[in-house]
């Protein structure tokens, strides 16, 4: 169980700073004039600004606290990840989705020595994925594609996912 950090004192250099600020001027405006009130009004005002200092000054920002878990093994975070930006209003997979979805292409294929952006890992990734997926991440402009292209997609680099042996994805059919 963790304790809570320890509170510090404020530093009384700032407080010590605005008092012989505050007493000085606080003399003077009455001095000119100023009515009784109004000079302790403006002398505390100083003092709390010093306190306030004191208490900014040089402190450190308190630790941040997770307020939830990682990912625990086994979880598949990536995908869970994806499906909120696959559907668009008008029910074609967004431009964000297919985004995501290369990302995380880029992600997986990086963990198997491949570089989607790479021409020469072409021939390997096809061999993975199959071509269909392929051309799906290396589109650029055009209609979106439908939905279950982007399952076929996910699918296939789902099936490659590291711990399991490296299967081949032909145009839906899955041979281990």
Same mark, same amino acid.
């Not at 995908?79 to 964000?96: I, T």
């Given at each position: 169980m963790s304790r809570p950090p320890r509170a510090r004192a404020i530093p009384l250099g700032p407080v010590v700073g605005a008092l012989a600020i505050a007493v000085p001027a606080g003399l003077f405006l009455w001095f000119v004039g100023i009515s009784v009130a109004s000079t302790l009004a403006f002398a505390v005002t100083v003092v709390a600004a010093g306190i306030a200092w004191g208490g900014y000054a040089g402190s450190t920002a308190p630790p941040a606290y997770r307020l939830r878990p990682g990912p625990r093994p086994g979880v598949r975070s990536d =995908? =869970?990840?994806?499906?909120? =930006?696959?559907? +668009?209003? +008008?029910?074609?997979?967004?431009?964000?989705g297919e985004k995501r979805v290369r990302l995380f292409a880029r992600r997986r294929l990086t963990r198997h020595g491949l570089d989607l952006d790479d021409p020469a890992h072409r021939e390997r990734i096809e061999a993975l994925i199959g071509e269909s997926a392929y051309a799906l991440l290396m589109r650029s402009g055009g209609p979106r594609p439908p939905l279950s292209a982007i399952e076929h997609c996910l699918d296939a680099l789902d099936a490659i996912a590291p711990g399991r042996p490296a299967a081949t994805i032909q145009e839906g059919r899955h041979t281990p």
């Open positions: =995908a =869970a990840q994806l499906s909120w =930006a696959l559907r +668009d209003r +008008d029910g074609q997979v967004s431009e964000p």
